[in-house]
Nanobody, 123 residues
Framework: QVQLVESGGGLVQAGGSLRLSCAAS????????VGWLRQAPGKEREFVAG????????RYAESVKGRFTISRMNAQNTVSLQMNSLKLEDTAVYYC????????????????WGQGTQVTVST
């Protein structure tokens, strides 16, 4: 089993930055793909960014390319999401998720989920 805990959410003005972190316990991220997914009010949950633990291969949603960066820290068993140039439409609950397979952009492919952390972007 894998337990995931997100942190780093908060309130930020448009154009600002936040860094989210996802810490895992129970098992190492090794052999897993880890993603950040978000859900805005009234919207379906959507993929934001993901990384394969072994190779470091990354993938991003088109809406965040050039603004968000996902990274991993092997020793800390942690995945981070650096969010720059935040926009109003980035407002959502952000979830860390993991699966024991290839990196996927489909929320239903992920097996393990954190509790979520709120990101609110204001004018």
């Amino acid at each position: 089993q894998v337990q995931l805990v997100e942190s780093g959410g908060g309130l930020v003005q448009a154009g600002g930055s936040l860094r989210l972190s996802c810490a895992a316990s129970g098992r190492r991220f090794s052999m897993y793909a880890v993603g950040w997914l978000r859900q805005a009010p009234g919207k379906e949950r959507e993929f934001v960014a993901g990384i394969t633990w072994d190779s470091g291969t990354t993938r991003y949603a088109e809406s965040v390319k050039g603004r968000f960066t996902i990274s991993r820290m092997n020793a800390q068993n942690t995945v981070s999401l650096q969010m720059n140039s935040l926009k109003l439409e980035d407002t959502a609950v952000y979830y860390c998720a993991a699966r024991s397979g290839v990196l996927s952009t489909l929320p239903h492919d992920y097996d393990y989920w954190g509790q979520g952390t709120q990101v609110t972007v204001s004018t």
